[in-house]
C-alpha cells in the first residue's frame, strides 16, 4: 500500500511539481512586470527605474518603446499646480493687445539674472532644492515691480520617452511654474505656458549631462512700454 503503482504519481507529488513549476515561471515573469506596472499607471508613477542610471547602456537609458506608453489625456494636464482652482489666462497671445509668442523675447541684461532657466529631475513637474524656489521668489517680486510686463513660460524635457508623453510633461512643468507665481501674487493673465516637449533641446547630445540640461523650463517676456 505504501508503493506507488507504475505509471501513477502521489498526491504530494504533483503539487511538488506545480509550486516548482510556479515558482520558476514567476521567476521568469519578473523581468516583464515592470513594463506591465508601466502600462497600468501609465502617468510613470511606478517606473523611476526605467530610467536608473546604473547601467551604462544609451539603449537602456532611452527607456521602452513608443507603444509602451498610454498617452495621456487632458485630465492628467488640471493636475496638482495646474488644477481648477487656478485657471489659464481668458486672452490667449496674439489676441488683444499682446502678441503672439513670436513677440516674446529671451531676458536680457539685469533680467536676464532673474528669469533664470530652472531645471527638472528625470519625469519630474516639480521643483527640487531650495535654490530653485529663491528664483521663483525673485521673479515674482520682479513681476509685481513691473506690472506691466507679460511672460511666457516654456516647458522642456529630455529626448527620452514618446513625444505626447513629453509634450503633456513639459506643460505640467510650466503649469507648475505658472502656479507658483500666482500663489506669490502674480496676476493670472500676465503669465503663460506652452510646451515643446522635447522638441527643443539645449544640447544637442545623448548623455546624462545633455538630458539634465534639457529637462527644464525658460522664460520669454514682452514689455509693451
Not at 196 to 205: S, V
Amino acid at each position: 500500500m505504501g508503493t506507488l503503482k507504475e505509471g501513477k504519481m502521489s498526491k504530494k507529488t504533483i503539487i511538488g511539481i506545480l509550486s516548482c513549476t510556479c515558482f520558476l515561471t514567476g521567476c521568469m515573469g519578473n523581468r516583464f512586470s515592470v513594463w506591465k506596472d508601466s502600462l497600468i499607471s501609465s502617468n510613470y508613477k511606478k517606473t523611476n527605474h526605467l530610467w536608473d542610471d546604473a547601467n551604462d547602456c544609451y539603449d537602456h537609458l532611452l527607456g521602452p518603446m513608443e507603444d509602451e506608453f498610454i498617452p495621456l489625456n487632458d485630465e492628467d494636464l488640471q493636475q496638482k499646480f495646474s488644477d481648477a482652482a487656478i485657471p489659464p489666462p481668458k486672452n490667449n497671445p496674439g489676441e488683444g493687445r499682446l502678441p503672439g509668442i513670436e513677440g516674446f523675447n529671451r531676458p536680457k541684461g539685469l533680467e536676464s539674472e532673474i528669469f533664470r532657466t530652472l531645471y527638472f529631475n528625470t519625469d519630474k513637474d516639480i521643483l527640487e532644492g531650495k535654490s530653485y524656489y529663491q528664483i521663483i521668489d525673485q521673479i515674482s517680486q520682479h513681476l509685481k515691480k513691473n506690472p506691466q510686463l507679460f511672460i511666457f513660460v516654456e516647458g522642456h524635457c529630455d529626448e527620452r520617452g514618446p513625444e505626447q508623453y513629453n509634450l503633456s510633461l513639459g506643460a505640467r512643468r510650466a503649469n507648475y511654474i505658472r502656479s507658483m507665481l500666482i500663489q506669490k501674487g502674480v496676476h493670472p493673465e500676465r503669465v503663460h505656458t506652452v510646451s515643446y516637449g522635447k522638441e527643443k533641446p539645449a544640447i544637442q547630445e545623448r548623455s546624462r549631462e545633455a538630458w539634465a540640461k534639457n529637462r527644464r523650463t525658460e522664460f520669454k517676456i514682452y514689455n509693451p512700454s
